[in-house]
């Protein structure tokens, strides 16, 4: 598809030889404000200078010698130049090309094949996904698309906190006070409580403490009593894990949690020993990041323990040998921003430029009435709860606007669940937000439902119409309201670009609402079904709105239904 910004460039260029060239032409050229200024502006000022003239004498001299057979109609206005394209070629060849190619258009070969892994999700087992989960899950999820569709391989992993000393802690806390049955009826649920109660517990008898430590080490040296109690919290967290998963068609290439690397850290503290980048201080082993300005890494505790941090360090490494990423992303909360840094510099003091790849995709907190939430206390907003709950005012509102709709509860899912989904990626993702289901499950304003319903709206269009005895020859639309809708189609691969350079879904969300507002405001404006020579056209456009919304909100990881 041509790239009519590029276009203009040339033509301008072609009069400003000598004094600019192409690329700053083309990044000077803007989107006026209003569509009365037409479609791109060239402003004049930085020429003053080369050419010894005023910004507007400039912008005159140009307006007639600009020509060609895209560009309609050229005005000076002050030190700007306007440019209006000519609607009726572009147009044609805008619904021509995705006529026929439907939502495949842009470059979808920028990645080349190459690998990118995401590191998303990421949830803590024996603890529930709380909603703090579904924002790394769902930004995961919606980059790991949008590098595919640009031609990435993607390895979606998701790295469980299945190692610690917190499961030392879990197991002091069952032997004591749990109960097998009691824990297989309702497993993640159970554990959460006990983990509480270890804390509760804790503060009056600070020896369990010591007792966790205990545990955890005999874990750590392969107990097989201990082993398999970790195991089974491991395997009923997966399975809970998975429902959540399942409603949110969110996939996995590989469960490699915390505890896959547990063999795999030795050669890495000996690497660091070796070549002296760490040092010991008081029994530990630390890295010092002084010229980084950041706090020391640890790497081994005072106890011999690993951390958090050595098993990254681990990670990195095997993500490096085994997949030869172009890039790594790690898409989890800002609050581990400082992490991420250490485990960089540490990584890049090992002699690793490949660290550089490394990319910490960080998002701001989401809170309940205002608060953030925290699992010891106790308090958390259960992720399943939250769809669940979202799922049925979904179905309330179909019960009120569509009662007789066939598969209503598949619906609501989609609606419900696209809803919340939908709501989190809509604003940049380094914004912290207070979540409440009652106001993210609307179907009027910038949500996840208003994209679907316009989808849909776009459908039913499309069901009411003849196809016969329609003028096939000419794709050409030139009013208002179509010429809005056709620019914003060509601005789907962009759109998608930016996401991808910005790892942020944002970009994409902000264009399906964009793209949905003005094909509403089409809808209201035009008689789509009237019988005259553009009516194929139309119902070509039309069709390309449903097509590009469907696959903007598969790309956000959103189901689009036909009906609702
Ligand atoms: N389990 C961690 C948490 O819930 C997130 C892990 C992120 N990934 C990583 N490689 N550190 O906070």
Redesign the pocket.
């Known amino acids: 598809m041509n790239d009519y910004k590029l276009i203009v460039a040339k033509a301008l260029h072609e009069q400003l030889k000598h004094a600019l060239d192409e690329e700053a032409i083309y990044h000077l050229l803007e989107v006026p404000k209003y569509a009365h200024l037409g479609d791109l502006a060239f402003p004049c000022f930085t020429l003053a200078k080369a050419l010894r003239q005023a910004p507007h004498h400039i912008s005159q001299g140009l307006v007639p010698s600009i020509t060609s057979p895209y560009i309609d109609k050229v005005e000076a206005v002050g030190p700007y130049v306007n440019i209006f394209l000519n609607r009726q070629v572009v147009s044609q060849e805008i619904l021509s090309i995705i006529k026929e190619q439907g939502t495949h258009y842009g470059d979808l070969t920028i990645g080349q094949g190459k690998n990118v892994t995401f ?1 998303m999700s ?3 087992i024996a603890k529930p996904m709380s909603m703090g ?1 579904l924002r790394s899950t769902v930004i995961g999820a919606s980059l790991s698309n949008i590098y595919k569709k640009i031609g990435y391989n993607t390895i979606n992993i998701n ?1 469980l ?1 299945d190692w610690g000393t917190q499961f030392g802690k879990l197991i002091v806390a069952y032997k004591r006070w749990g109960n097998e049955d009691v824990v297989k009826a309702d497993p993640v649920n159970e554990l959460v409580k006990l983990y509480v109660e270890f804390h509760a517990q804790a503060e009056e008898h600070p020896e369990l403490e010591d007792e966790a430590r205990a545990i955890f080490k005999r874990l750590e040296d392969g107990d097989s009593e201990m082993v398999t109690l970790w195991q089974w919290f491991k395997d009923e967290s997966i399975k809970e894990f998975e429902k959540v998963y399942s409603m949110l068609d969110v996939h996995f290439d590989y469960y490699t949690g915390e505890a896959f690397y547990n063999d795999k850290m030795a050669e890495h503290i000996e690497y660091l020993e070796k070549h002296h980048i760490s040092e010991v201080d008081n029994n530990a082993t630390i890295v010092r990041l002084d010229e980084e300005e950041l706090p020391p890494a640890l790497i081994k505790k005072s106890d011999g323990a690993t951390l ?1 941090l050595t098993r ?1 360090i681990a ?1 990195a490494y095997y993500r490096h040998r085994t997949y030869d990423f172009v890039k790594s992303v ?1 898409v ?1 909360g800002n609050e ?1 921003a400082n992490h991420f840094k250490q485990l960089k510099a540490v990584l890049k003091k090992m002699g690793n430029d490949w660290s550089d790849d490394m990319v910490h995709v960080a998002f701001g907190l989401i809170t309940i009435n205002g608060r953030k939430m925290s699992t010891r206390k106790g308090e958390i907003i259960l992720l399943e709860d939250v769809l669940n709950d979202a799922t049925e005012l979904a179905l309330e509102q179909i019960e009120l606007k569509n009662p007789n709709l066939a598969n209503k509860k598949e619906v609501a899912a989609q609606v419900g669940i696209g809803a919340v989904v939908f709501h989190d990626l809509k604003n940049d993702r380094m914004n912290s937000f207070n979540f409440n289901v009652d106001e993210v499950v609307q179907f009027e304003g910038e949500t996840g439902p208003y994209i679907q319903y316009s989808r849909v709206r776009a459908l039913s269009i499309l069901r009411k119409a003849t196809m016969e005895n329609l003028q096939t020859d000419t794709l050409s639309l030139v009013d208002d309201y179509a010429w809005d809708v056709i620019k914003m189609l060509r601005e789907f691969p962009q759109a998608i670009e930016r996401a991808s350079k910005l790892y942020e879904p944002s970009v994409l969300s902000k264009y399906v609402i964009q793209l949905a507002q003005s094909f509403n405001k089409y809808y209201a404006n035009s008689t789509v079904l009237a019988d005259d020579k553009e009516k194929y056209a139309r119902l070509v456009l039309v069709q390309a709105v449903a097509d590009v919304l469907k696959e903007g909100l598969r790309l956000l990881s959103i189901k689009a239904p036909d009906e609702m």
Do not use: I, K
Request: hydrophobic share 10%; aromatic share 16%; no cysteine.
């Open positions: 590191d990421s949830p803590n989960h790295h906190g958090y990254d990670t790690y989890v581990q």
